[in-house]
């Protein structure tokens, strides 16, 4: 019988969202992972068997604990200007540096951001009875957004010069 474990893994998972958020998978090593989540490189290991298997549960956790919640709030959007302020309030960092850092290269991110993609455009579809490939390009656009900074004031330009959607 081993020891007990000496750390919270859910804190742990909590701090691996927040480290792969800011840096990307590329930017965190396992010397990071260790010295921010506290925990040995023994356990890190034994717990999640990889750098990359932890980064899978912190990409879950954060569509779980970021994204779904994003998902059940675009429900009451009325308008694409309440959609898009939606999206980029949304804590998405995560979830944007996987998409283009990780999905091209591993199948299984890949999924991961798929499916929360098109959970957010099917969302906005139904939320604001729009077809799928238009809720598709706010999404895009919302994600653009994000990239550029500034979110407030570009969705107030985007919604000022679009065409009224509903």
């Known amino acids: 019988m081993g020891r007990p474990r000496a750390f919270d893994e859910d804190e742990a998972v909590r701090a691996a969202v927040g480290l792969f958020g800011g840096r990307a998978y590329d930017g965190v090593s396992v010397d990071d992972l260790v010295t921010h989540l506290g925990v040995h490189r023994n356990s890190l290991y034994k717990t999640f068997g990889s750098k990359r298997g932890l980064y899978l549960i912190a990409l879950r956790r954060h569509l779980a604990d970021d994204v779904r919640p994003l998902v059940d709030a675009l429900a009451g959007a009325s308008d694409a200007a309440g959609a898009l302020r939606l999206v980029t309030s949304a804590d998405l960092r995560l979830l944007l540096l996987a998409a283009v850092e990780r999905a091209p290269v591993d199948e299984?991110?890949?999924a991961e951001v798929t499916?929360?993609?098109?959970?957010v455009d099917r969302a906005i579809a139904d939320a604001l009875g729009i077809p799928a490939d238009?809720?598709?390009?706010?999404?895009?656009a919302a994600l653009g957004i994000l990239l550029r900074g500034n979110p407030d004031s570009a969705v107030t330009a985007l919604t000022r010069h679009l065409?009224?959607?509903p």
């Open 115 to 119: 499916a929360a993609l098109a959970a």
């Open 134 to 140: 238009l809720a598709a390009a706010l999404t895009a």
């Open 163 to 165: 065409d009224p959607l």
């Open 108 to 110: 299984e991110v890949a």
